[in-house]
């Protein structure tokens, strides 16, 4: 436990001064940007009131009609969010089709049109929702299994006040590096548009809109729910988003819990430490043998220690092995 507090310390000290050097970060660096859990309770509590759509977003195009095209390069550097967010997140990033592992210098001009010098084909991600690696391939019936999220989904974003904002400040809400992960498909597909506790539901044409319907969302795994929290209320304070008050109320609590040290950031990491070593060993038979026969050993060792330990206490029928001293 001590160990755990003294690496979650450091990890907290080393961070804070990160973001503290550079108070204006270029575009692709701006997830710098994310707060420590405590800036984040300060700027949680700063927040502006929640401003709810009277509408749900289907009047007014939907996610292109309100948030421009998907992807768009707002940066001006010949290529699109998605490649660059690929870039910043997986290991290994290839940027060539061709044999061998070619870095970004290497891979351009062999991209796709959407990032003729940068185009990610493959690549491998530590999947902060879920814990998982994922080996990561370019094409039509692989690429979605490494998805982009947006940390405050578009959908969220607009029922919350994006609504008001002006054209431009929604594309680049929906294309900054602070608000976007690569992160699993499966598990971003699941999240949907939800915040922490609510989520939009519904729509005007069939009258059932709700900006803050739903039971909202956080990531499988619970050792990323810290800095997963302290992200959502740096992107929110970044464009002064209001919350409903069920997503201030929970992001509280976990950002609390995560600033004394608690649940999320000591007790929950060994569980996730223990399932991660599990699914490691699941795709390593070999390994998961050799770990197998170890325990057994070990075990075996214990308990033969165990027992000897025992006859000499208590001595071979059940008394105690210690002798009365004479008078």
């Known amino acids: 436990m001590l160990k755990r507090l003294i690496a979650l310390a450091l990890a907290l000290v080393c961070a804070v001064p990160a ?3 550079t108070p ?4 692709d660096d701006r997830a710098s940007m994310t707060m420590s859990a405590r800036q984040a309770l300060d700027a949680l509590e700063a927040l502006p009131a929640d401003s709810p759509a009277a509408q749900s977003w289907g009047a007014g195009g939907g996610r292109e009609g309100w948030f421009g095209r ?3 390069d707002v940066d001006g550097d010949g290529c699109d969010t998605r490649d660059e967010i690929l870039g910043r997140d997986l290991k290994q990033a290839d940027y060539s089709r061709r044999p061998g592992l070619q870095g970004r210098e290497a891979g351009a001009g062999q991209g796709a049109s959407g990032c003729p010098d940068a185009t990610v084909w493959s690549g491998v991600l530590d999947d902060p929702y879920t814990g998982k690696r994922i080996d990561f391939k370019r094409g039509p019936a692989t690429s979605t299994a490494v998805q982009i999220d947006h940390v405050i989904p578009l959908s969220y974003l607009y029922a919350h006040g994006a609504w008001e904002w002006d054209a431009r400040t929604r594309l680049l809400a929906a294309n900054d590096p602070l608000n976007l992960l690569a992160v699993d498909g499966r598990a971003n597909e699941s999240k949907g548009a939800c915040g922490p506790a ?3 539901t ?3 044409e069939t009258g ?3 900006p803050d319907g739903g039971k909202g969302w956080w990531p499988p795994s619970k ?3 810290c800095d997963y929290a302290a992200r959502f209320v740096s992107v929110a304070a970044a464009y002064r988003l209001g919350l409903p008050d069920a997503d201030r109320r929970a992001l509280r609590t976990e950002l609390t819990d995560c600033a004394a040290g608690g649940p999320s950031s000591l007790s929950e990491w060994g569980s996730d430490l223990i399932a991660g070593a599990w699914d490691a060993l699941a795709d390593r038979p070999v390994l998961a043998l050799v770990c197998a ?3 057994t050993l070990l075990g075996g060792g214990s308990t033969a220690w165990g027992r000897r330990t025992l006859r000499g206490l208590v001595g071979p029928r059940g008394r105690s092995g210690r002798r009365r001293p004479r008078r």
């Open 70 to 72: 998907a992807w768009e």
């Open 223 to 225: 050792k990323f729910r």
């Open 202 to 204: 519904g729509s005007t």
């Open 208 to 210: 059932s809109w709700r």
């Open 293 to 295: 026969v170890g325990l």
């Open 198 to 200: 609510t989520c939009p």
């Open 24 to 27: 204006g970060p270029a575009w």
């Open 19 to 21: 973001q503290a050097a």
